[in-house]
Structures are given as C-alpha cells and as structure tokens.
C-alpha cells in the first residue's frame, strides 16, 4: 500500500473549480514531483491533502447563509497568500473564501479529507510537514526561531527546556546552519532568504515525518542557494527514508530530485510517469510543450524556443474535452467530443490522439 | 528648429510621419536624433567605463551622518555592440539592476562614465538629458507593478510620446496599434486596463511601452522572470523579432543563466558589485573560467535525468557577503572552494585569459 493515495480529489471555490479529479500515490520513501504552471492546481492539491484550506460544506450550494467563519484553524500567512491568488473566488459563490473538498487522500490508510481537526492536527507537523514557499510569510517575525522549532517539539515528541532547546539546536546543525546556538535566539529578519528556508525544513522534519510536502520550496531562493536547499532534501529523503511530495514549476528540479512525476494541468492530471520515462518519452503535447519552453544550457546556443500558445486563460471544461485543446498544436475533432481518460498504467497520459501523434 | 523643445518642435512635422510613422518620429523631432541612431552592426552602442554607484548608509536621527556606503555597483565597465544583446548575470543583491538603472540614469552614477552613440550619458543635464532618454528604455520585471493600474492601453502607450511631445492624438494611436500589432496583442484592447491581461500579455504591454519613442537601447531588466515557463519563451521570441525589426540593442538583466545564454551574444557574470567574467556566450558557457561562473552553472538544474544523475554539483558555502563591506582582496574568495592566501591579499586584476574571454581571477581554473 502507498504512504499517500490521493483520488479524484476535487477542490472548488464557490463557482471556480481549482482541482478536478487529481489522483496519484507516494510510496514510501519516494520523491514524487507535482508539476504545472501557475494555476494548474497543484498547491490547492497540497493545502487540501494537509487539510489547510479554510473549509466548506461539500456537495451543497450555499445560498442567503450567514457570513461564517472559517472552520480551519488559524494557519497563518502562507494560507492566505496561497488560496486566494491562484484561485479567483467567483463573485457569486462563498463569500467566506471556504473550500469545497470532495475525493480521499489516504495517508496510510486513513482518510485526511474526513480526519476530524483535532486528530489531523495531531498527524499535521509529526507524520506529514509542509515545506512553503516563501519563507519569510511562513516564520511569525515577532518570536525567535528557536521558539518556533521547540513549538514543534513540544507539542508532537513533550520536549521541554533544556532538552527541546538542544534539540532545535541539533535540527538547526542538521539542515546545515553555521552557529545554531546563537541563530536560536535570532529573529526571521536576520536571517538571510536561504538560512529561512532551511529554518522551515528544519521544523518540518522536527518530528522525523513520514512525508514531507514541499511547495515550490527553492522558487524565491538564488541559485547557488537552490542548489544547497536542493542537496539537503535530498539528503534528508535518503537518510530519513522520508517520502517527499514536490512541488513546482521546474522541470530541472524535477528531472534531479524526482523519482515519479505528474504533470498537472487545469487542476487534473495530464501525464505520469517515472521520470526517465517522462523525460525519454515526453507524451502529452502540454509535457512536450513545456520542454519544448525552456533554454537549455546543453543545447546548441540560440536553438529557437517552441513556445505553447496562449495562456491558461484558454481553456475548455474537462468534461466538455481536453482542457489544453485551445492551445495545442495537434488538436483534432476526438479532443473536444468528450472528457479524455487517464490511459495507461506506468506511463499514463490524458490525450486521445497520443496513438496519432506517436 | 533642431534647438527648439521638442514639444513645439512637433506639431509642425505631421505629414511626414503619416507616410512613415516608424522610426521617423525621433530622428525628425529629436535635437539629439541623430547621434544616437543605429549604426553599423559591430560598432559598440553602449560603452560603460568604471561604473559606480554607492549608496550612503546613514545613521542617526537628528543629526544623520553617514557611516559608510554600500557599494552596489563598484567599477563596472563593458561594451554592448550595436544590435547586439548583452547579458547580464549574478544573483540577487550583486548589483545588477544597480548597474542597469545607472546606465539609464534612473540611478545617480557616483563615478565612471556611460556613451551611448556619441553622447556621454553621465554628463547630461535637466532638459538635454530629460529628452535623451527617448532614445534609452527599460522593460521591467514585474509588468503589474510597472503600469499604471488607472491608465488603459492607450494612455499608457501614448504616456511616452506625450512626455516627449511626439505626434497628434490620433498619430499617437495609430503608432501605439502598430506597436501593439509588432508584440503580438489586438488593436481591441486600446481600451482595456492592466488587470485584464494575463502575465504574459502585460509583459508585451510592458515591451509595447518601452518600444514606443523607437528606442536605440532596451534595458531589460529580469524580463520574464515573472512569467510562467511556456509564457516565458513567448516572450523570448517576442525579444528576438523585435530585435530584428526595430534594430534593438539589448542589455538583458537576469539571474536564470539559460535565459541569458539564449537572448545574448556577450555575458557578463556579476559578483558583489564587480564583473567577475566576461566572454561571448558560446564560450562562457563551454569554458567557464571563474570559480563564480563555474558554480553558477553547475547549480542551474537542467530539464534532464540523464545529466542531473550525472553532473558533478559546485555547492558554494554561505551566503553573499555584505556589500556594505566586502572581503579584501577577490570578492569571491570567502565562499570559493579554490581560495588559497593570496586571494585574500590582493585583488585579482581584470585581464584577458583568451581572446575575447575576460575574467578576474589569479589563477588559470
């Protein structure tokens, strides 16, 4: 059995529909890539399996109700930040800016989705962490970071004092920060964007978690600083044996630290695959359109970029046909007569015209 | 007439531009038109010796005095060739918006010098230099930020013009349809403002802008950095026709090293304030020569399994040092995994260690 399996996990706000049918697994110690641009859904997918959005009722429209409060706890800034950008909150619908979560996402075994809060409270920080990306929003800037570790300890594994303090200081030397003592008493402001960030790993691997989510955790970073967050999620993941979700928008991340990938696009799955498969054998014209987009160092000097047209703006509803029709090059009329199932076990893809187009 | 302000200089040319409303605007109405006009490809556009811009850090509430300067760009000197792009590499903090932003004069250069053409950009003053810039742009990163949320497509296109007294109101809307036709977006959206467009389409916005006053040198300055991957080669062919078209000279601004190496044809690599190395893109990224370079490139994750399983990694201890005060002797040498003792004594000179190939550094890596 997988560590994680997420089903047709589905996430609407109001009338705008965010992720529509996303299902994928995390096995054990593996490092599974989530990949897409801006808007695809991928880090609704993330808030959702961690049980961060602010919550609504599933399956019934809400009308003339009173304004209610968000039932999620309190999560801080990387929550508010993160919903209500990627995902525009339709004029007419919630006007609390609340979720409506439908699908599973079993975490061994049980469901995260219908977890009551306190007991996915208790599994949130000790059996699966979240890494954000912007670390800086992610910190509480008024309490020390030495605090904010010992929080963790404290609440997930009773360490107090002394030993708790010990402990953060231990982390703080795991995730390679120079001088943990004395950065123990020191605020997020001084601390410079990638000493963040290795701060925020730092608490999240606190509690030794089975699986780590990460989303976009290297995208604010420079990229020498990129490459040394990048080696110690790698170190982490082979010597903790910690399964790591990743997300992003780069494919050179992906192609380093991933062992399976899953391209999403419009909020479902488009492509997945091991991830020498995936870059070996590239199947949806949305994959091959991303790679086709990026300079590569390796390629010859001015190799002229195959751009996709148009923007995510342009999309069809699934159910109606292939969302990415608008845009691909090879669209023909089966694109648009239906929705396009996920073919294929190992390497799946969602496009019916990918015996043509081989 | 070559005397007079522009603004009444233009009223009296009409008919001329009506004909041919390209790039006749600014050589006809401009003093300085033609001195800065595109010249043979090859001849450097812009040339920029030892350039500095030091920010006093001051202290004090009252009484403020200064106790030191961060030198953000510290002795930066290169040529951009006429028609050529110039790209400029460093991650954040190493001074190179600084140095973009000098350049232009939209930042008070301490000391050196900047021609473009035959002007001395630095010594320009008040109105002379008000009407110069005309023929210098910027494109900037973040293409929300940089319009102006009130203004529709067409007060923002016709912003340029009007400021430098270009044309009619309606020969400001017939430039401003062409520009928007050369960057790829519909004459229909004259009326539609900023919020309407996607990323990808503010950005052509963005570029439209800076392309109206038919500019010698474009400034870009981290230009899709903002942008989603697919959008971001859109735009880098958008750069490349309109290089063609327009006879665009480019100083690129960027930290992404691939973006850099396919929009150039010259890279310069910068380090806390200095260049560190420069080369023709082709063989920067052969042949890097400095330690920083080699880093950088060796950090770039790259789109394919096959090299990441196999790449040998330079991960750099540490941080960027202060600018405020930087190691003696090389910059670099506090996080270089080469550094011996006299990279701390003396500071390595700027030399030639190939033809064409420059780069600071002591030893020959």
């Not at chain 1, 109700?65 to 995902?87: F, H, I, N, R, T």
């Not at chain 1, 029709?325 to 076990?345: I, S």
Request: aromatic fraction near 4%.
């Amino acid at each position: 059995m997988a560590l994680l399996e997420v089903e047709d996990l589905r996430v609407a706000f109001g009338a705008a529909t965010a992720v529509d049918g996303v299902s994928f697994t995390v096995d054990e110690g593996k490092v599974v890539g989530l990949v897409g641009e801006s808007g695809c859904g991928k880090s609704v997918t993330s808030l959702a399996i961690m049980g961060l959005l602010p919550k609504g009722r599933p399956g019934k429209r809400r009308k003339a109700e009173p304004l209610q409060v968000a039932a999620a706890e309190p999560v801080g800034g990387a929550l508010k930040a993160a919903v209500p950008q990627s995902v525009p909150v339709a004029g007419r619908g919630r006007k609390d800016g609340g979720a409506e979560v439908n699908g599973r996402a079993a975490f061994d075994g049980v469901d995260l989705l219908t977890l009551a809060p306190s007991a996915m409270r208790r599994k949130r920080g000790r059996d699966l962490a979240m890494i954000f990306q912007d670390p800086l929003s992610s910190l509480n800037p008024v309490v020390p970071i030495g605090r904010q570790i010992t929080e963790v300890l404290e609440r997930h594994r009773g360490l107090k004092g002394d030993k708790a303090s010990k402990e953060a200081a231990n982390l703080l030397d795991r995730v390679g920060i120079p001088d943990p003592a004395r950065r123990l008493k020191e605020y997020p402001h001084q601390l410079s964007g990638g000493m963040r960030q290795r701060v925020l790993i730092a608490i999240a691997v606190a509690c030794k978690p089975r699986l780590l989510i990460a989303d976009e955790p290297t995208t604010a970073l420079d990229v020498t600083i990129q490459a040394q967050i990048l080696e110690l999620l790698k170190d982490l993941v082979d010597s903790e044996g910690t399964a790591l979700l990743m997300i992003t928008h780069d494919l050179g991340v992906v192609a380093g630290l991933c062992d399976e990938v899953n391209v999403l696009y419009s909020g479902r799955v488009v492509e997945s695959a091991p991830v020498r498969e995936l870059f070996a054998r590239p199947t949806h014209p949305y994959t091959v359109g991303l790679l086709g987009s990026i300079p590569r160092l390796d390629l010859g000097i001015h190799e002229p970029l195959t751009p996709i047209r148009g923007s995510i703006a342009d999309v069809i509803r699934w159910k109606d046909g292939c969302a990415f029709a608008p845009r691909c090059d090879r669209v023909a009329e089966p694109c648009v007569a239906g929705e396009p199932a996920l073919v294929g076990a190992v390497h799946a893809h969602r496009c019916v015209m990918a015996e043509e187009i081989a | 007439m070559s005397t007079e302000p522009v603004e009444n200089a233009a009223p009296h040319v009409p008919a001329q531009r009506t004909e041919e409303p390209d790039l006749s605007v600014q050589e006809t109405d401009s003093p300085e038109g033609a001195s800065a006009a595109p010249q043979e490809r090859g001849a450097p556009l812009l040339e920029v010796e030892g350039l500095e811009v030091h920010f006093p850090i001051r202290r004090g509430i009252v009484v403020e005095r200064t106790v030191g300067h961060v030198r953000a760009v510290d002795g930066v000197g290169l040529k951009v060739d006429a028609g050529g792009t110039y790209g400029l590499v460093g991650e954040s903090g190493c001074g190179k918006t600084t140095f973009g932003r000098a350049v232009l004069r939209l930042e008070e250069p301490t000391a050196g010098r900047v021609r473009l053409g035959d002007e001395d950009v630095t010594a320009l003053k008040g109105e002379r230099l008000r009407r110069f810039r005309s023929k210098m742009q910027m494109v900037f990163q973040d293409p929300l930020g940089s319009l102006n949320p009130r203004h529709n497509v067409d007060m923002l296109l016709a912003e340029p013009l009007k400021v430098h007294g270009v044309g009619s109101k309606a020969e400001r809307r017939k430039l401003a349809v062409e520009t928007l036709d050369a960057v790829g977006l519909p004459k229909s959206v004259m009326e539609r403002y900023p919020h309407e467009f996607s990323g990808g389409q503010r950005q052509r916005l963005g570029i439209a802008r800076a392309l109206m006053l038919r500019p010698d040198l474009i400034v870009c300055d981290e230009p899709v950095s903002a942008l989603d991957v697919s959008i971001q080669a859109q735009v880098m062919n958008l750069l490349d026709e309109l290089q063609g078209e327009f006879g665009l000279t480019y100083l690129v601004i960027a930290h992404d090293l691939a973006v850099v190496r396919h929009l150039s044809d010259r890279v310069g690599v910068m380090y806390l304030g200095k260049l560190v190395e420069e080369a023709d893109s082709e063989s920067i990224y052969e042949h890097p020569r400095h330690p920083y370079t080699k880093a950088l490139l060796s950090a770039v994750p790259q789109p394919d399994p096959e090299i990441e399983a196999n790449r040998e990694r330079i991960i750099l201890k540490g941080d960027l040092p202060s600018p405020a005060n930087p190691p003696s002797g090389c910059r670099f040498r506090t996080r270089c995994p080469w550094a011996e003792d006299i990279c701390a004594e003396v500071e390595p000179e700027w030399r030639e260690a190939a033809s064409g190939h420059k780069v600071a550094c002591h030893f020959d890596l």
